[in-house]
């Protein structure tokens, strides 16, 4: 039974038609533009390199942080990409994951240090994280659409909503758990705001902060699949081809090389992270 009418469909519709398209419409066209340069001069490098050699370099940068077994799987995963031909689908959703991440920790590092050091700020920050991280992905569709059109730059702006709190959420916490002793004995030798922060309290912090750089990738690339709804190019769209032919292969074909590249990318990151957290 309804007891009153809140008629917010049409207020939403109403303000985004009469005012807010026509007064940022031009600048999200610019952002857009930017983003879609971006998203594409990433996809030439990495379509660019020879299989070949991507291949062993991302071998050898996986033995580095992660060791042999590490190194192992990553020539194995992406052989297996390059045998069942989707290689140049798996550099689109690469591209679009690092351009995603870079925009995420852009942002979301900034952010977090200025909720770390002002609780203020903080009290406006966290809730607008639950809010971004409740609210259903899907949703996150509507406004990418609206805003920047259908294609890769919907795919990084709804992937961006959806990732960034991670980063931000553990640059406030790690720059939060630096011990008060060091804080203390910091200042007593005469550093100021600016060193504190830059000489001691990131630096301590850089083990959290790969922690969400990591939950950001894993992030990012579960959106793989719902951005091609909206037309972002990739191993998404080869599930959701795959999906509207009822095509079994096809799909265990795209999920395995979300797999792997989830695996991979995850392995390095906490490799690098660990390898951080030992130096401290």
Do not use: C
Not at 29 to 38: C, Q
Not at 115 to 137: H, K
């Amino acid at each position: 039974m309804n007891y009153f009418e809140l008629p917010l469909e049409q207020w939403t519709n109403t303000f985004v038609d009469d005012w807010f398209l026509p007064t940022f419409g031009n600048a999200f066209d610019s952002i857009g533009a930017v983003l879609n340069a971006f998203v594409d001069l990433v996809t030439d490098v990495l379509l660019f390199v020879p299989p070949e050699l991507f291949t062993l370099l991302l071998v050898i940068l996986s033995w580095r942080v992660g060791g042999k077994g590490l190194a192992i799987f990553t020539f194995l995963g992406m052989l297996f990409i390059g045998s069942v031909d989707i290689w140049e689908e798996s550099m689109h959703t690469l591209s679009i994951v690092i351009v995603s991440t870079f925009v995420s920790l852009l942002v979301g590092i900034p952010v977090g240090i200025l909720s770390a050091m002002n609780n203020r700020v903080q009290s406006v920050v966290r809730p607008t994280l639950d809010f971004m991280q409740t609210l259903p992905s899907f949703v996150y569709l509507i406004p990418a659409v609206l805003l920047f059109g259908l294609g890769g730059v919907s795919a990084v702006i709804a992937t961006f909503i959806f990732a960034a709190p991670p980063a931000v959420r553990m640059t406030n916490l790690g720059i939060r758990h630096v011990p008060k002793e060091v804080i203390e004995a910091s200042r007593a030798f005469g550093s100021t705001s600016k060193q504190l922060l830059f000489k001691v309290q990131l630096p301590l912090a850089v083990p959290s902060i790969m922690a969400g750089v990591n939950q950001t990738i894993m992030l990012s690339l579960s959106m793989a699949v719902i951005a091609s709804m909206i037309g972002a190019p990739g191993l998404g769209a080869t599930v959701l081809q795959a999906i509207s032919r009822v095509n079994i292969g096809l799909g265990l074909v795209g999920g395995l090389g979300i797999v792997v590249l989830a695996i991979i990318l995850d392995r390095i990151t906490q490799g690098i992270g660990q390898g951080q957290n030992n130096k401290s």
